[in-house]
C-alpha cells in the first residue's frame, strides 16, 4: 500500500521545485526574518500538513513556502548580504549546532540595523513563534474521518452525570 | 609422653585487659546545627545565583525554540518532496530488481498489501528502511534527528 502501484505518486513536474541551495546555519540565523515575511505561507502549509496527514495533497503549499523563502535569501543576499555572512561565520565558529547565536550580539545587532533600515524588517518579538495563533485558510475544512468500529460499546454518559447506583465512591467503605 | 618442660603460660601481671563493652563513638566534624546552618546558608546564597543562570538559560531555550518552529516548515517542504522522490524511485528500483521473479507485485508480497485495514490510497509515513531498501547501509543516517538538539 505504501508503495505499490495503486498508491498514486506525483509527476516528476509537481515535485521538481527550485530547492534553496543553502546550508541550515544560514537558515537558521534568517528564520526569524522569513518567518515574519511568509507568515500566511509558513501557516498554510503547516495547517496542511497537520489536517491532511499526507504530503502528496500539501505540494502546492510547500512550493510557495520554498519559493517565498527564496526571495526572502535573494534580498537579504542583495541588501544584507556582508552583515548576514559576518553574523553566519560568527555563529557557526561559537556554537556547536551552527544555530545559537548568544556569543553574537554584536554581528547580530549589526544584521537587525541593516535588516531594519534596508529591508523595512523588524526582528520578531521575543518568542514571536513560540505564541498560538489562529489561522484562517481558505482551504474547505476536511471531512473527520468515517468510524470502522461498528459494534464498538456505546460512548459512557455525557457531563450530567445521573446519581450513582451503588453510594458512588463511599459505597467502598467497608 | 614427654612432660612439658619449664613453667606454663601464665596471664600477665596485674591480670588481662578488660574486655571493651564501651561504644566509642566517632569523631565527628560536624553538629546537627553546624549542618542545619551550612544547608541553610548554601540554599541562601546559591538560590539567587540559581534562578539567575536559570532566567537566562530559560530565554535561551525560548529563543531557540522560536527560532526553530520558524525554520521548520522551510525544512518540512523541501523534505516532504524529497521523501516523495525517493519513494518513486525506490518504486522504480523494485520494479526493475524483481521482474524476472514470477508472481512479483510491486509493494506487496505476492499481492498481499502491507496494511490490510487501510483505505486504498492512504499515505502511511514510510519508515527509515523502506527508504534505505537498495542503497548502501553506510549512507543511512546514523543520527537522525540530531538537527532538533541545539
Not at chain 1, 505504501?2 to 521545485?17: C, G, R, V, Y
Not at chain 2, 596485674?14 to 560536624?30: D, H, M, N, T
Not at chain 2, 492512504?122 to 543520527?143: H, M
Request: hydrophobic residues 35%.
Amino acid at each position: 500500500m505504501t508503495d505499490s502501484k495503486i498508491f498514486a505518486l506525483p509527476s516528476d513536474q509537481e515535485l521538481n521545485t527550485e530547492e534553496l541551495s543553502i546550508s541550515w546555519p544560514y537558515i537558521a540565523a534568517a528564520a526569524v526574518f522569513l518567518g515574519k515575511k511568509c507568515e500566511w505561507y509558513h501557516n498554510e502549509f503547516m495547517l496542511c500538513r497537520y489536517e491532511l496527514k499526507d504530503p502528496r495533497k500539501c505540494l502546492k503549499e510547500g512550493k510557495d513556502v520554498t519559493k517565498c523563502a527564496k526571495e526572502g535569501f535573494q534580498e537579504i543576499k542583495k541588501h544584507c548580504g556582508k552583515e548576514f555572512e559576518a553574523h553566519v561565520n560568527c555563529v557557526v565558529d561559537t556554537s556547536a549546532t551552527g544555530t545559537d547565536d548568544r556569543y553574537c550580539s554584536k554581528t547580530r545587532k549589526m544584521f537587525d540595523d541593516c535588516m531594519l533600515k534596508n529591508l523595512n524588517m523588524e526582528r520578531p518579538s521575543f518568542g514571536y513563534f513560540c505564541e498560538a495563533r489562529v489561522h484562517d485558510s481558505p482551504r474547505p475544512k476536511p471531512e473527520p474521518e468515517p468510524d470502522r468500529f461498528t459494534d464498538r460499546l456505546p460512548d459512557p454518559a455525557a457531563p450530567p452525570y445521573p446519581p450513582p447506583k451503588y453510594q458512588g465512591a463511599s459505597g467502598f467503605n467497608i | 609422653m614427654s612432660k612439658a618442660k619449664g613453667p606454663q603460660d601464665l596471664p600477665p601481671k596485674g591480670g588481662y585487659v578488660p574486655f571493651q563493652i564501651e561504644r566509642i563513638k566517632l569523631r565527628s566534624f560536624a553538629t546537627g546545627k553546624m549542618g542545619i546552618g551550612i544547608f541553610i546558608a548554601v540554599n541562601v546564597i546559591g538560590m539567587p545565583l540559581y534562578m539567575q543562570n536559570w532566567r537566562s538559560e530559560r530565554k535561551r531555550i525560548i529563543e531557540a525554540k522560536s527560532r526553530e518552529l520558524a525554520a521548520f516548515p522551510i525544512l518540512f517542504a523541501e523534505n516532504d518532496r524529497a521523501l516523495l522522490k525517493q519513494l518513486k524511485r525506490v518504486r522504480e528500483v523494485e520494479a526493475d530488481v524483481m521482474k524476472d521473479f514470477p508472481y512479483w507485485e510491486v509493494g506487496t508480497f505476492f499481492g498481499e498489501p502491507i496494511y490490510e485495514d487501510v483505505p486504498v490510497d492512504t499515505y502511511i509515513k514510510p519508515t527509515l528502511g523502506e527508504l534505505y531498501v537498495f542503497s548502501d547501509p553506510t549512507n543511512k543516517p546514523v543520527l537522525e534527528y540530531i538537527h532538533l538538539f541545539p
